[in-house]
């Protein structure tokens, strides 16, 4: 069932020694909903930056993400991934900013800028892929 495959992600996760509360996991809405019916109560966890992430009891430790925009393969397979937050670097900065004092069609000013940014795996040990169907349980 959906708890034993999470725990053994977990358990995984251990192994490689990534530690308690700096793990999260991605899963399609169908792995919330058999959670939510087996008694795991979550709550919105707005955080400072707004991150929405669904948090549940600290028994499986990990910040738990519902999206809809995993990677489905051949037979209804949903790609996964869970693993540490340091595993992944991300980096981002703002360039060329510009100010328009006025816009076309009004008097309003606005700020113009580039954004760069990027993102790489620097820890692939501690990342997991796995594959959840939905099915009966």
């Known amino acids: ?32 909903t058999k959670l939510m019916l087996a ?27 519902v999206s809809n925009q995993l990677t489905v393969l051949d037979g209804g397979k949903h790609q996964c991934i869970a693993g ?6 991300y980096a981002e900065q703002v360039l060329d900013t510009q100010i328009i004092e006025r816009m076309e069609n009004s008097f309003d000013t606005a700020v113009r800028g580039r954004l760069v940014f990027g993102a790489k795996v620097i820890r692939p040990d501690e990342l997991v892929c796995a594959s959840l169907i939905n099915g009966d349980n």
């Open 1 to 32: 069932n959906v708890l034993s495959v999470i725990a053994e992600i977990k358990q995984m996760l251990e192994e490689m020694n990534v530690p308690d509360g700096r793990s999260f996991i991605v899963v399609p809405p169908f792995v919330k």
């Open 39 to 65: 008694g795991i109560k979550f709550s919105v966890n707005e955080g400072v930056n707004g991150t929405g992430a669904i948090g549940f009891t600290d028994e499986l430790g990990f910040d738990l993400y």
């Open 84 to 89: 540490s937050y340091s595993a992944i670097a």
